[in-house]
């Protein structure tokens, strides 16, 4: 049988996360594929981060990335350049994950070529278009797109089989990142949490949805939360958006109980949110993880594209409004029962084997 040649497109953080063992396990197996990476580098500085932590080069780097870069640019460049890739390397599988702008890119380009997508994390919806923006049209779009879509969840199967999408086309796979985050606790098995250390509020918040006035909402909820709680502490990996920092710098920065901090590399925040004792966060990928930790998870938005982990209760929308946070945080921080019913909750997301499952389908694929 000739080898199944993939080209794996990635162009921010949480993409490399989530593609690292996929990539790793194809690479793994060069008597049945040939693997090209390419990046779009629509986040440059956090998307080498994880690169260097799984050992990965990029076959091929667009570069795309300029100050105050918007979304036609990044449209625009990752088109392009990935058209252009394609055409010289002539892939047979172009494997696209999620719902980033070069997500959607790459499905576009391929489709030009008439190469058949492959779509990891297929079928995650909020049914509001602009809820998260631009994610929910560009994973929408990539559907129509795509020839195989790799769910993550039961749910997410439904979300396509209701679009129209054959059921021959879907596999439920489980989610990536959890075959991510148990790669990294067998190579850098995180420490136990000191048991005398302070407990520690661990904040991510970055979407467009929540710059601006939501995310001093946010911030004024932490400042409640360390006035309410003495003993409380935070911890803000902070984004790189100017317009996240804008918000974040002045209203925090200054507070003895909270530590701002560069991103995390990956397993840094792995053993971050192993040492948390309560997560807020508006990044879907931690409402996949921390779960699997143990740690419950406060979603900073009005809607989620993963309703799997709210009805599993592992997670609960409190969007990003300050008195809403506050209430729920101070619930399980007050209630030891309320807490345990959300650590002890099972993980809805997967058992670590979905990329073995994605690969079993693209080398059976005619």
Partial sequence: MAKCKLMVVIGTRP?????????????????????????TSQHKEMLDQVMAVFGLVADI??????????????????????????????????????DTTTTFAGALAAFYHRIPVAH??????????????????????????????????????DNL?????????????????????FLTLQRQAPAAADQSAPDTLLITAHRRENQGPPMAEICGAVLDLLT??????ALFP??????????????????????????????????????????????????????????????????????????AGTAQLVGAVRSQIVSAASKLLDDPQAYEAMARAVNPFGDGQACARILATLRAAP
């Fill in 15 to 39: 993409e490399a996360i989530k593609l690292a063992p996929l990539i790793l396990a194809a690479r793994a197996q060069p008597e049945h594929f040939d693997v090209c990476v390419v990046r």
């Fill in 61 to 98: 780097d667009l570069n795309i990335m300029q100050p105050n870069q918007d979304l036609v640019h990044i449209t625009t460049a990752s088109l392009r350049g990935l058209y252009d890739a394609m055409a010289q390397h002539q892939p047979d599988w172009v494997v696209v994950q999620g």
């Fill in 120 to 157: 990891v994390e297929a079928g995650l919806r909020t049914g509001e278009r602009y809820l998260p923006f631009p994610e929910e049209i560009n994973r929408c779009l990539t559907s129509r797109l795509s020839d195989w879509h790799f769910a993550p969840t039961p749910a997410a199967r």
């Fill in 161 to 181: 089989l209701r679009e129209g999408i054959a059921a021959e086309q879907i596999v439920v796979t489980g989610n990536t990142a959890i075959d991510a985050l």
């Fill in 228 to 233: 309410r709680y003495p003993t409380l502490h």
């Fill in 238 to 311: 902070v984004h790189l958006s100017p317009a996240v920092r804008a918000t974040v710098m002045p209203m925090l920065g200054a507070h003895p109980r909270v530590t701002l901090v560069e991103p995390l590399d990956y397993p840094n925040f792995v053993l971050a949110m192993h040492q948390a004792k309560l997560i807020l966060t508006d990044s879907g990928g931690v409402q996949e993880e921390a779960p699997s930790l143990g740690k419950p998870v406060l979603v900073l938005r009005d809607s989620t594209e993963r309703p799997e982990a709210v009805a």
